[in-house]
């Protein structure tokens, strides 16, 4: 007689048999949930390390993911569809299942900006000084994410978000302006390190300043000059100047030009170019390019000849103009050819000064 009393009770309307029915689908739905996160971790798991696809592998990573509080809430949900339940408590399971979900989508939403950022970081490995603008993008991206799931959590909670929306919308357009500086270099590190128009240890020029990259800030970049000392400059401004990479050359261009005197033969001087591409065409990895008796200069014949050098760095087409030059002046030494150098020739017509007139002689004791 107590069992069927009890059989017989009602749970918000329900018997208890139905109670029973819906918490028997509540346990079954869990073991399920949980058995297929596990077979799929683990098989697709095995799969994922033999195969250099990385899709997989964020797919394992995601399940991997997926808490047991959500997959019990998700099966006391599908229990509770059994049952027959007034307007509140129906409303509680339903905004419990919808919370349950948010978090759940936070945690999957976290899972792929990480692995974006891991893929990221991985093709930029060798630039080191964008890891920390790349945590920063990072870390606005996790703010927006549960930001907008925290808005959407309220809104099925019953409060009215409009008018925090416009609140923050006020407070974030004051807080842009107190901060637009700050602002204008974090967004300037980000494009930095998104476009990529340096690298760390790239060497550069802004405006008169020259030197190589040693660092890519939050909010300033940090640039070793030729001379030693260390310029710090602000990613906006960095990004408003017309920024010259030496680094990202393919070929370096070089110009020797000298000249020889007007008395040189002209047999002599229409030699000199073959002359000078001989000596360019010996150097490695040069390229000639044109030499030619360009014009009457002020004191001389000028012969001016172009190279490149397929080498990017400073050093090689240095050491490249250096032998150049070097053997140019060997091959003249050999060949008895001067060099002009500048010179003037001052002519001055002075008129003859007359003769003095003689002296009238002087009368003894006058």
Not at 75 to 90: E, I, Q, V
Not at 199 to 211: A, F, H, K, L
Not at 298 to 306: F, Q, S
Not at 360 to 366: C, D, F
């Amino acid at each position: 007689m107590i069992g069927t009393e009890l059989l017989d009770r009602a749970f918000y309307g329900n018997a208890t048999t139905r109670v029973a029915e819906a918490l028997g689908v509540a346990v079954v739905t869990y073991a399920a949930l949980m058995l297929i996160k596990q077979v799929t971790v683990s098989r697709l798991g095995r799969i994922a390390v033999q195969t250099a696809n990385k899709v997989d592998d964020i797919v394992v990573d995601l399940i991997a993911r997926t808490r047991r509080i959500f997959l019990i809430v998700i099966a006391l949900y599908a229990g509770s569809g059994l049952l027959t339940l007034p307007s509140d408590p129906r409303r509680v399971t339903h905004v419990a299942a919808i919370l349950a979900f948010l978090f759940q989508g936070a945690l999957w939403g976290n899972g792929l900006i990480q692995a974006w950022l891991a893929q990221y970081a991985l093709k930029r490995a060798e630039d080191a000084g964008s890891a920390t603008a790349i945590h920063a993008l990072g870390y606005l991206a996790r703010i927006f994410l549960w930001g907008v799931l925290l808005l959407v959590a309220l809104d099925n909670l019953g409060i009215n978000i409009t008018a925090l929306v416009a609140g923050l919308g006020v407070g974030g357009i004051a807080v842009a302006l107190a901060v637009q500086n700050i602002l204008g270099d974090l967004f300037g590190a980000l494009s930095i390190v998104l476009d990529k128009p340096f690298v760390i240890g790239d060497t550069i020029v802004v405006d008169q300043m020259e030197g190589d990259v040693e660092h890519v800030g939050l909010k300033t970049t940090r640039i070793r000059s030729l001379g030693g000392e260390q310029i710090v400059i602000a990613n906006a401004e960095l990004l408003k100047s017309r920024i010259r990479n030496f680094k990202r050359l393919t070929e370096r261009r070089g110009l020797v030009s000298f000249t020889v005197p007007f008395e040189t033969p002209a047999a002599i001087v229409s030699d000199i170019p073959r002359m000078v591409r001989d000596i360019v065409e010996s150097q490695p990895h040069t390229r000639f390019a044109r030499s030619h008796v360009k014009r009457f200069a002020d004191h001389g014949l000028e012969i001016e000849t172009v190279f490149f050098v397929r080498r990017p760095d400073y050093l090689s087409f240095m050491d490249a103009q250096q032998a150049i030059t070097l053997g140019v002046l060997a091959a003249f030494e050999r060949k008895g050819i001067r060099f002009s150098y500048p010179t003037r020739t001052v002519i001055s017509a002075l008129p003859a000064s007359p003769a003095a007139p003689a002296s009238a002689p002087r009368t003894a004791g006058a």
